[in-house]
């Protein structure tokens, strides 16, 4: 089963970080966060990767070329121009890569890696840029159940700011400190399943898969949800990239559920 990883964007609100290099880039501990969102579907035996890049591609493709030599032990033979790799630990994977072009929006990029998806079976796509002690099995259990086109993950927001609740007499009766889910409700978590026959309502690289082609599948109820209750993160601000390194550097990431 394919795993599509959307990695094309501009990352414009982590300038800090991506002025020289794409956003999954970005290192979480020694290895960019695309490494652990490919590493979290690795652990449930998904291996076979396609990766939408567009913005500085080039690193990504630069990254995957040396993964060997990152990962193993080297012996460089000069007299017969040979390259010997041991001690692996590199993960079995197969990974394609393709610029989807550096304007192209996020249903575009579906579209244009349309063609190296197996027909009649579904494939898990997700951003380069969010981590989760997901459950993925049970994700594509629930999305088999029900004859859909796409079914999310549903997670509560981070909180971000401290929640206090007054009395009449502007007292405070509870204050709770950034709780989780902000009192808004669930959004996307941005692990999805979906199905080859999504493609039919993508027509242009400018179109957004989350203002144009989501709508449409809401519309003909053809779009579930899977409630995710655990460990859910965004990488969208330099605090969020600093909080994500804290956890990995304090051994307490929760989206590492992998030896």
């Known amino acids: 089963m394919k795993v599509v990883i959307l990695a094309g ?35 449930f035996g998904f291996n076979d990767f396609i990766i939408c890049g567009g913005y500085k591609v080039n690193i990504i493709k630069e990254f995957f070329n040396n993964y060997l030599l990152y990962t193993h032990d080297v012996t460089f033979d000069y007299s017969n121009s040979k390259v010997s790799y041991t001690n692996p630990i590199a993960e079995n994977w197969k990974v394609s890569i393709v610029d989807t072009g550096l304007d192209t929006n ?3 990029r579906i579209k244009r890696i349309s063609s190296l998806l197996n027909d009649n079976e579904p494939f898990f796509f997700t951003y380069g840029d969010g981590l989760a002690d997901i459950n993925l099995n049970e994700l594509l259990k629930l999305h088999k159940k ?40 669930r959004i996307n ?24 082609v989501l709508p449409q599948i809401v519309k003909q109820n053809k779009l579930f949800a899977y409630n995710h209750n655990g460990f859910w993160r965004p990488m969208d601000t330099v605090r969020d990239l600093e909080n994500l390194k804290s956890l990995w550097n304090q051994n307490n990431a929760p989206w590492k559920i992998w030896d």
């Open 9 to 43: 964007g501009l990352g414009t609100r982590l300038s800090e970080e991506t002025l020289l290099k794409p956003k999954p880039m970005v290192e979480i501990g020694p290895k960019p966060i695309l490494w652990h969102i490919m590493k979290i579907f690795y652990s």
């Open 146 to 185: 029900n004859d859909g086109l796409a079914t999310l993950t549903a997670v509560e927001p981070p909180g971000r700011f401290g929640i206090v609740n007054l009395n009449t007499e502007n007292q405070v009766e509870t204050f709770s400190e950034k709780p989780t889910g902000d009192r808004r409700g």
């Open 189 to 212: 978590g941005g692990f999805f399943v979906l199905e080859k026959e999504i493609i039919k309502y993508i027509e242009k690289d400018n179109q957004s898969f989350e203002y144009d």
């Open 106 to 108: 996020t249903a575009g």
